[in-house]
């Protein structure tokens, strides 16, 4: 099997333009937001990115989190931190890496850890 095929069978939960969610999501897969969710978001050990389009109102736990909408709440990563240019980031940012691209608007404090954040 080539790696395109592998990459292909990546699963990956995506919340399209028109979705609102209102409540706890948890996956265990990489996670595309670009709707509205209103809640706590739980990835384990996978990667949360949230699209020029997607808004979050709640905190978020993952490996990986890419910002470029906008998030209200606090936002712990085990691995790494990207807001780019275009996000809006009102909370706290608890990772092991912060990336923070020019233009981006962010109003939080930032923990740098050697290790996964505790819950």
Known sequence: MENSQVKAL???????????????L???EDV????????????????LIISPSGRVRGDVEADE?????????????SSKVTLASEATLTGDINAARVAIEAGAKFKGTIK????PPSK
Request: without cysteine.
């Open 26 to 28: 948890e996956a265990s």
């Open 65 to 77: 989190v890419f910002l470029q909408g906008s998030q209200q709440g606090n936002i712990s990563a």
């Open 32 to 47: 595309l937001v670009e709707g509205q969710v209103e809640g706590q978001i739980i990835l384990h050990g996978h990667k």
């Open 10 to 24: 990546n699963a990956l939960t995506r919340l399209g333009p028109s979705t609102y969610f209102k409540g706890n």
């Open 112 to 115: 740098i850890t050697s290790h």
